[in-house]
């Protein structure tokens, strides 16, 4: 059975840098879309960043130049460079798998249903 499991979630002051990884187990990283989501309190789970099968990036527009998806082959994990933290970025980060099957040649979904085997989530906290 397929598990993601997440960690690295800190408490840092604006302008901090994390680097979140989620840890893959029963599927292969590199042969699925892999994508970040956050949720903050009383909000909706909203995309931040996905990894398309063929390696491609994408990214929410509030997080481009300030975060970095990467998929670490032989930790077999899918891991989120944040840097120049902000409070708004304030969340619970989850990892999960995209929907199989995929359409050659597009883009990552960004809804929450386009995804699945979400792991737990790991709390980031960016204070003023």
């Known amino acids: 059975q397929a598990q993601l499991v997440e960690s690295g979630g800190d408490w840092v002051q604006a302008g901090g840098s994390l680097r979140l990884t989620c840890a893959a187990s029963g599927l292969t990283v590199s042969k699925y879309i892999m994508a970040w989501f956050r949720q903050a309190p009383g909000q909706e789970r909203e995309f931040v960043a996905a990894?398309?099968?063929?390696?491609?990036?994408h990214y929410r527009d509030s997080v481009k130049g300030r975060f970095t998806i990467s998929r670490d082959i032989d930790q077999n994990a899918v891991n989120l460079q944040l840097s120049t933290l902000q409070p708004e970025d304030t969340a619970v980060y989850y990892c999960a798998m995209g929907r199989p099957p995929y359409r050659l040649g597009a883009d990552p979904g960004t809804s929450p249903t386009d995804y699945t085997n979400w792991g737990q989530g790991t709390q980031v906290t960016v204070s003023s």
């Open positions: 990894l398309n099968y063929d390696g491609s990036p």
